[in-house]
């Protein structure tokens, strides 16, 4: 079946531009994660949802990202007045947690870069 | 909070040999799962091997296997008869077994670049 995807692959923004990225995740996975990846901070867990609902909004960086997901599946994550430390990849997962195995399958991520 | 430490930046081996990748933690807790992921150059993270805490038999699959020590908390990958498409940046990963605080994301090392010489 279809993995997790993303959008756009590649993104170039000005700074203090809004963007947005998509992810959509496998099919019928209700948990979906959201994770930059940048030279200076490595891999760094971002926010979860089970379902619609983020139980913890803790790991986002600053005030100028938010996150949503709609009818338990597409999420977009949305980083205001970007600034050039947002530069980095952002990578979604998804996975199954009834399933009891706790795998996370990821997107091949967005790479953005703030000028 | 917990941490995962890869102390090998760089690691080399020749095709068809085999290599072991480090990878130690730091946590309080008694049940979590861990993780081996390999990210190549297409960026795409691919889960290589896992392993739940409580099982106190080590993981194989395939060429992969781990060497799971739980009360020295390391968790380290061999990768035998090694590939060339082997070479990717390895990942260790810890996950808690709870929900909630922060629990439900995955705690990734800084990774290990892994080079196979032909």
């Known amino acids: 079946g279809a993995g997790v995807s993303q959008s756009p692959s590649n993104k170039v923004t000005e700074k203090g531009k809004d963007v947005e990225l998509r992810c959509d995740p496998i099919s019928g996975h209700t948990a979906l994660y959201w994770y930059r990846q940048s030279l200076g901070q490595g891999l760094e867990f971002l926010i979860y949802?089970?379902?619609?609902?983020?139980?913890?909004k803790s790991g986002l960086p600053s005030d100028r990202f938010s996150a949503e997901r709609t009818g338990g599946s597409v999420s977009t994550l949305t980083i205001q007045r970007t600034q050039q430390e947002d530069s980095a990849v952002y990578l979604c997962a998804s996975s199954f947690l009834a399933s009891g195995s706790y795998e996370q399958y990821f997107g091949p991520g967005t790479r953005l870069t703030v000028t | 909070a917990q941490t995962v430490t890869q102390s090998q930046p760089e690691m080399s081996v020749q095709e068809a040999e085999t290599v072991t990748l480090s990878c130690t933690y730091d946590?309080?807790?008694?049940?979590?799962?861990l993780f081996w992921y390999k990210q190549p150059p297409s960026r795409q993270m691919i889960l290589v091997i896992r392993?739940?805490?409580?099982?106190?038999q080590n993981a194989t699959e395939n060429r992969f296997s781990v060497n799971f020590q739980k009360a020295a908390k390391s968790f380290s990958l061999k990768i035998s008869d090694s590939q060339l498409g082997d070479a990717a940046m390895y990942f260790c990963?810890?996950?808690?077994?709870?929900f909630g605080g922060g629990a439900d994301g995955l705690t990734f090392g800084k990774g290990t670049h892994l080079i196979i010489q032909p």
């Open positions: 392993q739940e805490a409580y099982k106190q």
């Open positions: 990963a810890y996950r808690s077994a709870s």
């Open positions: 946590t309080s807790e008694s049940d979590y799962y």
């Open positions: 949802f089970q379902g619609n609902s983020a139980p913890d």
